[in-house]
């Protein structure tokens, strides 16, 4: 269905997204039309595209309003192949820009604007960076991947974490190991993973902790979406992943440097669980006008 398009452009520590509205979910948008805006070459450009829907007006949304009613809207992400997605860390601080500056919502300081995602609702705030998200409760995956990346040498152990969406995150020596992999080619996870998997590669830096707070930097291929300059929950699976392997005494405050910028990541006790935040910029780019077919 042909359709035309006012979309924004925003950014999340370089992890690219292109918004639009559609209040009443009736221009849904296929996942060939969102293969051609995501297409760096022949459309827009971005890592996906980001739908914001009144929660009531789709069935993933009429979920998130049963679990809080104030999950007013829903973000409907798609990655760039037009494949959907549960979540995204970077996606969701972009979104709320998007809504704030757009005059759908309203969010003062220390006020919580709740968001209905694939993965149930997930709260912003304000930060001193720009937002901050609860990404809720995460959990290890069982099993031993390995993890084979063109211009690594050999296939390296990974570590399944899982934030509503999976992660499987891989240890290497150096920055010079970090740069030579080629994340154009998708690496390759055995067992592989039903529906695909994101992989993160890690170095911590030296020394790990710093004041008080971890300090580790990332790489990432994000399925569907392939390398990413950033990306949000897989920032905070890669720190998950370094406070596990560095053990007792390991901080829950983390920095995480990532080809786009610097994200934080802070690990908290709730009553249903250990929760992990991200924090980090969201801009909006420019607007624009397009004709799909």
Not at 48 to 63: M, N, Q
Not at 98 to 109: R, S, W
Not at 119 to 147: A, H, I, K, M, N
Not at 244 to 255: C, F, K, L, Q, Y
Request: aromatic share 6%; hydrophobic share 40%; proline share 6%.
């Amino acid at each position: 269905m042909a359709i035309d398009l006012h979309f924004t452009k925003g950014q999340g520590t370089g992890n690219d997204f292109v918004l639009y509205t559609d209040a009443l979910g009736e221009n849904d948008v296929t996942p060939q039309q969102v293969a051609a805006i995501c297409d760096r070459h022949f459309g827009v450009g971005a890592d996906g595209v980001i739908r914001a829907v009144r929660s009531e007006h789709i069935p993933d949304g009429e979920k998130a309003l049963s679990e809080d009613p104030a999950a007013e809207w829903f973000m409907d992400y798609r990655n760039a192949d037009g494949s959907t997605a549960e979540m995204c860390g970077n996606g969701i601080r972009v979104y709320t820009r998007y809504l704030i500056d757009n005059g759908l919502v309203d969010l003062e300081p220390r006020e919580t604007l709740a968001i209905g995602t694939r993965v149930g609702v997930r709260d912003v705030q304000r930060s001193s960076t720009g937002f901050q998200v609860d990404l809720g409760r995460w959990r290890l995956e069982p099993g031993d991947p390995l993890v084979r990346a063109r211009n690594l040498q050999v296939a390296r152990p990974g570590l399944g974490i899982n934030l509503g969406n999976p992660h499987v995150v891989v240890a290497l020596a150096d920055a010079e190991e970090l740069a030579s992999a080629d994340l154009a080619y998708v690496p390759q996870v055995e067992p592989e993973p039903i529906g695909g998997v994101n992989v993160e590669f890690v170095v911590p830096h030296d020394p790990l902790i710093k004041d008080g707070v971890g300090r580790i930097t990332m790489r990432v291929h994000e399925r569907g979406s392939g390398e990413t300059l950033s990306c949000g929950t897989g920032a905070a699976a890669a720190a998950l992943a370094t406070r596990h392997w560095a053990g007792r005494g390991a901080p829950d405050i983390w920095r995480v440097d990532v080809p786009g910028g610097t994200v934080g990541v802070r690990m908290f006790p709730t009553e249903d669980g250990e929760h992990v935040s991200l924090s980090g910029p969201a801009e909006l780019v420019f607007e624009g006008d397009l004709a799909l077919a």
